[in-house]
Nanobody, 122 residues
């Protein structure tokens, strides 16, 4: 499984970015997927997750601003990020879980992309 994350960059506070994660190795339609982030000096955390169906999870601080979605036909996971804040600055990783349901347990995600940097300037 090779997950390729893209779409990061520098944006002003209040702006938007759309992250994409393409799987070139296999289909992950039966797996939960997640976008995680790690800011400098902080632990990596699950920002948004989506089950193999339609169930979603969002970190409280991004609810109403971020939207996770997936296109199984294209083997691609997305994260639409609106109203970005400086505290959203981090490296964002996409990951596939070994299970169909979303979990915040980092150990459940066995497949990780390389990360894409999101920098929000205030």
């Amino acid at each position: 499984v090779q997950l390729q994350a893209s779409g990061g960059g520098l944006v002003q506070a209040g702006g938007s970015l759309r992250l994409s994660c393409a799987d070139s190795g296999r289909t992950f339609s039966s797996n939960a997927m997640g976008w995680h982030r790690q800011a400098p000096g902080k632990q990596r955390e699950l920002v948004a997750g989506i089950s193999s169906g339609t169930a979603t999870y969002y970190l409280d601080s991004v609810k109403g601003r971020f939207t996770i979605s997936r296109d199984n036909a294209k083997n691609t996971l997305y994260l639409q990020m609106n109203k970005l804040k400086s505290e959203d600055t981090a490296v964002y990783y996409c990951a596939a879980s070994g299970d169909p349901y979303v979990t915040r347990d980092q150990l459940a995600y066995g497949y990780w992309g390389q990360g894409t940097l999101v920098t929000v300037s205030s």
